[in-house]
């Protein structure tokens, strides 16, 4: 290993990172200002307006205060846990710096979500007083705003725990990515639980059986729906995108000091610097001008302008940080090819999978137009071509992220994995650009929604917010895309760190890897299989948690018609309030069973059947974990966009029986596409780092001088044992809904026509 | 290595296990006269049955001719392609066997599908004299001659491979295995593709469009939809359970070889000819008697009895063949006692596999009633409950597979992969009342069909055979939760028999293994992402290759409406036969691109990243196929009876708005159940094979003197341009069906009253 002490260069380089990631959180409040100063609309639009932003901020301060707890204990478990690398100082750090990842991914989800609740109504404003520009403006800069405290927070831990820790500063960077990832994995089932609980809620009770349009007033759930759209979509991409970005420079960093030293480490937040230089030109290029042709043209001038800028950049610092030759390292090619070519990849690859996910979600393409077409036959047509495509799109984008990591391990030879993880930082250059442009997509709804309520908008107006809302559609579906692809670098990535470490742990323990991680032992096939499973069952258990809170929704819905006749003619108001109270809870409630699958299978696999298959239970995960993402993902989007086709005419239109087979497969799409789908891109990081905090203390208890089975064994079934109790409670409240349901069968027979 | 001579008494031992074998086959066509003998029926049925036999006799010719061109194609590639072990004999072995092993998997398929198709009839008549006994007898001994062919063939042809080859007789019965797995894939998926498209087709037009029932002789697919059962259910899966056996067999023999030598070899097969016996006596116990409370019971003692017998039979097997210690392996227990509890794991294995697949889809138990009850709030919940009770299920039974892989692993010690072959063995121990387990189904469903269409059967006859029916269903899921447990042991075990075969061409190279098998490295967890991609592609390309055939299904009978007015009130017959055709052509076209998937995408891999990524490639396969096998299987198992559930009252019941969302979710089910779940088993197998046969081609040219980096990578270039071309084709496919749907339309448009 090379010398690890950092030189007083390599601290300047990092004082200057830090003062960037600072100069990102300031354009971030210039952004805000500018949003805040727009017109607020008429005070109807404001009223709706705040009765979302105290659902959606209750929601937010309720979920906290519940993870909050959880925080603590996790806290303690890290002061307890062993490091492999520094005393208990870095121990201590660790901890601290965990805090401060929850904190901050907890922090980007509440500040975005907080001003998407006040750009919303301002978008509307806008749109009312017709203004196309403006209206977009507003909607881009709100999520400008999300983006950069995303990646201005995020590179500010970073450099903070190295100027801080230095040569341990990876180890206490460990926490900071654990903190982050695990905040923003319950943020995205908690949020996506609730969103969809709602959505598909009102949809169900107000769409079908009452026969109202979506966005009515009259529907109880439509400020929940609206809600969602913000602690889902907005909070919960927030936080994904952010603890990606976190992650992300973790691995690199730990990658980074394994083989080159300090200036692997100071490379990767150069790179990171260099993409909030870029993001801040790419938000600034996408103001729309006079000669776009549509919307989405200064969408993607943002995108590819910072896309540019990085690349120039990014050769710049290349070839002046890195040195021209390696250190005794097997790598066929300089230490500053390498760096360039990493970063290329991770920048083409974002590139690609946002033509890709496009091919397969928009509606002018082909696979959106068969499943379209495929309504003819009915709704079991729609699912079976909306699945298929799920799947052939899944091993499309699964070969293009695993070329992009074959890329990186031919060009990295002996550093390959600092080279997937330097892709990684490649992929996120554009991180900023990428959050901006999928805050557009809630902030548009929400407009929409708020003028839809509200009735005080002219046709001009409305169909300005028709035309921003289907481009956040499409944005929405690229970014999820590309978060997915920085989900498996990362994971990859972290995944050689845990070797790097497993491998320091027993030589500390005096004790060798041996076969230990070998592919062909039946122990790791079984390891792999579990990885696997678990994300079979995350995704089953998210979307079974959408279905029970749906039901609740329905439920309530029905039960407000009943009792107050006079929703429907407008004389009296519905009790918004009380939806959003059920979906706060049950959504809460549902997310523990997941949260605890994810962090402590792991802890059982590694203590109960050792860390070889530990090893193949990550590669399991992550191979079946891509293709579940994106499975999930693009079966939803396409679904979506094919009821969208349906609406906009083809095939009979809207009432028709191919519109009412396309609902249905919409229906079944959203907790697809946005419960279970994103959730698994933190879900797989959240695994890596679990298994990487715990690996010292594995190795210690299985080797050497603490070799302690009976303990070992005790743990795991401690961690099975949680699983199991959690697995049965969510189990025993579907009977509880069962019977509520049947209930509410009763309840709408009775008060039928 | 041990000694690998094959002593005299090994040789007398193997013989007597041929004979054991002929023995089967003997029993086989003692049944099968039995069944010949029984009363045929009136003429009509007769007549209906007729048309079954040639539709399904004339698909099955059809499918061999077009089979026996690509069989002689990769008998050629075989004897081109050098062997581990052995010379030239051995190749041209090899090839032969290939052809053998395909030779009898067809013959499976053929003589089961044969005799199904004239027991179907003769239990119709039975039960039109109005006997329960009777007609479950003649459909248990149909399946009991599918059975005993099934486990005869395979043993025979590996008890003559030994006896021939001796001790490169596990090089030979890689060819054996091979070709019955390669046979079965493709009768699989195109018996699967046969039956799901007549079937959704014939459900689409009739129930839901026409609105007349199931199986009316007016529907013109109907012929087809019973020819369906035969050749998808009935030969597809007698040829997938041969191809289990025959596999579990090889793996077992080359292991065997590798830990233990010549005893090694000849213990499998010891087990075998138990298993032989076991299930002659569990088929003679099956017999339904006046005690039996329901006609599950004395299916239930067959398969009890026929295990228990194994259990004794195998511990005395194991204690007078095996030595009591071992020759210098690191192993902890005598091997007479690892033999012993490693067949044990297997038979327990069958066992609580049976519970858990009963759990999850018979319609007394919680979670089918959940699916059922979803019903009330229409089809996308419906659709929503099922997935998510799949995606659950599934995990289960990976992690009860998994724990039996575990468990074998923990007492095998160093020989833990031969233990995980001889688990596999101990689970097939009972194929023979398996194979007569599942047959059954297909056989009462036929004769129900028969007995509807000929509408010569009284109210009691009807009951009878409603009843035989629906243990059919049971019978049925049961069997395809083992044929997934034993396809995960086989490849799990063959997985171990392509490390050694890595490693003997490493030997010759005088090359090391090194860190090539490592889990740790980029691009073997591309490797695993490629395995896992194609376990996805292979189920997306079949769901839609049902979803096309059904189309084309669902125009020509809406044409037949259409063109003959008369089909409606009796005086115009349909054309059957058109619609036969149609499934026939079509599933044989929709079975080349999955087949070519499956072949040559372990030859790109291979060729293209090298043998570790290879490796991993396999172990993405089997975690993610075991999970999409089970999920795909239950879901499907699950709607089915869900639908039962509201037929037979549940909900409002036949024509209720739950009922007609049960039928959506039965229709999205079955080529979730029948076309692709049931064919990742052979699939995952016969890519285990092809790595196993490549494995000393990429060894030679990657290392040692014959390294020649070029051909290996036109060979990969090759392999993916082939696949490539496939999906291209496939897809436009689609295109031209699209535009037939678009006439469709019209031409039903037009017809409509």
Request: aromatic share 8%; hydrophobic share 50%.
């Amino acid at each position: 290993m090379p010398d690890t002490e950092l030189s007083g260069g390599d601290l300047t380089l990092v004082a200057v990172v830090l003062v960037i990631s600072l100069a990102a959180l300031g354009f971030a409040f210039y952004l805000s200002r500018a949003v805040m100063a727009a017109d607020q609309g008429t005070p109807k639009m404001q009223e709706i307006a705040r009765a979302i932003q105290e659902g959606a901020g209750a929601f937010l301060r309720r979920q906290f205060r519940t993870l909050g707890v959880f925080a603590v204990i996790v806290f303690v478990l890290l002061l307890l846990l062993p490091v492999s690398d520094g005393g208990v100082g870095t121990r201590v750090g660790r901890a601290v710096f965990f805090l401060l990842g929850a904190a901050f991914s907890a922090s980007v989800g509440f500040i975005g979500m907080t001003l998407a609740t006040r750009g919303n109504v301002r978008v509307a404003a806008a749109a009312a007083a017709g203004g196309h520009r403006p209206a977009f403006r507003i909607a881009f800069r709100t999520g400008g705003v999300c983006g950069m405290i995303t990646v201005g927070l995020g590179l500010f831990g970073a450099s903070l725990a190295l100027l801080l820790f230095q040569e341990t500063g990876p180890v206490v960077l460990e926490g900071f990515g654990f903190g982050g990832a695990l905040l923003a994995m319950f943020m995205r089932v908690g949020g996506g639980i609730f969103t969809k609980a709602a959505d598909v809620g009102a949809d169900l009770v107000g769409k079908v059986e009452a026969g109202i349009p979506e966005d009515d007033p009259r529907n109880a759930a439509t400020i929940a729906d609206n809600v969602g759209d913000n602690v889902g979509d907005c909070a919960g991409m927030a936080a994904d995108l952010f603890e990606s970005y976190a992650v992300t420079l973790v691995a690199a960093l730990i990658l980074g000091q394994v083989f080159f030293g300090p200036v692997g480490m100071v490379f990767p937040l150069v790179v990171a610097a260099v993409g909030i230089i870029a993001s801040i030109v790419g938000i600034l290029a996408s103001n729309p001008g006079a000669g776009d042709s549509s919307w989405m043209a200064p969408i993607n001038r943002g995108f590819f302008t910072s896309a540019a800028v990085s690349l120039v950049l990014v050769a710049v610092a290349s070839f002046t940080v890195l040195p021209s030759i390696s250190d005794g390292l097997d790598v066929s090619v300089s230490p500053q090819v390498l760096g360039f070519v990493s970063v290329l990849i991770g920048i083409v690859l974002a590139a690609t999978i946002q033509q890709l996910t496009g091919y397969f979600t928009e509606t002018s393409r082909r696979p959106v137009k068969d499943v379209g077409r495929s309504s003819l036959t009915g709704p079991a047509t729609v699912i079976l071509s909306g699945i298929s495509l799920g799947l052939e799109s899944a091993v499309y984008a699964a070969l293009l992220i695993g070329a992009a990591v074959y890329g990186a391990f031919l060009i990295g030879g002996a550093a390959a994995l600092y080279a997937v993880a330097l892709a990684g930082c490649g992929l996120l250059t554009t991180a900023g650009v990428i959050v901006s442009m999928d805050t557009f997509g809630p902030v548009s709804d929400n407009a929409q929604g708020i003028a839809e309520m509200s009735g005080e908008i002219d046709e001009e107006g409305a169909q300005v917010l028709t035309d921003l809302d289907a481009v956040g559609n499409t944005t929405k579906a690229i970014t999820k895309g590309i978060a997915i692809a920085t989900a498996v670098l990362a994971a990859t990535a972290l995944f050689g760190s845990y070797n790097a470490s497993i491998g320091d742990a027993l030589d500390d323990a005096g004790a060798t890897l041996g076969d230990a991680f070998t592919l062909v032992s039946p122990n790791n096939v079984v390891g792999a299989v579990i990885g696997a499973a678990v994300v079979f069952f995350f995704s089953g258990l998210a979307i079974s948690a959408v279905s029970r809170a749906a039901g609740r929704v329905v439920f309530e819905v029905r039960e407000q018609f009943r009792t107050r006749p006079g929703i429907m003619d407008y004389s009296e108001r519905p009790d918004y309030g009380a939806v959003v109270d059920i979906c706060t809870k049950d959504s809460l409630r549902e997310l523990a069973t997941p949260g605890l699958l994810a962090v402590l299978a792991p802890v059982a696999v590694g203590f109960g059947l050792g860390f070889g298959p530990l090893a193949a239970y990550l590669v399991g995960a992550i191979a079946t974990g891509t293709l579940m993402a994106v499975f999930l993902s693009n079966s939803g989007g396409a679904w979506d966009n094919a009821k969208k086709m349906v609406e906009d005419g083809a095939y009979g239109g809207k009432g028709s029986q191919a519109h009412a087979a396309t609902v249905i497969g919409d229906t079944v799409g959203d907790p697809f596409k946005d419960t279970a789908g994103p959730a698994i891109n933190p879900l797989i990081k959240v695994m890596n780092l679990v298994a990487l905090l715990i690996a010292p203390a594995i190795v210690g208890m299985s080797v050497g001088d603490d070799e302690n089975t009976t303990l070992r064994v005790l743990i795991a079934l401690g961690a099975t044992l949680v699983i199991v109790v959690a697995v049965v409670i969510s189990k025993r409240r579907s009977i509880v809904v069962g019977g509520e349901s049947d209930t509410t069968t009763s309840a709408l027979t009775t008060s039928a026509p």
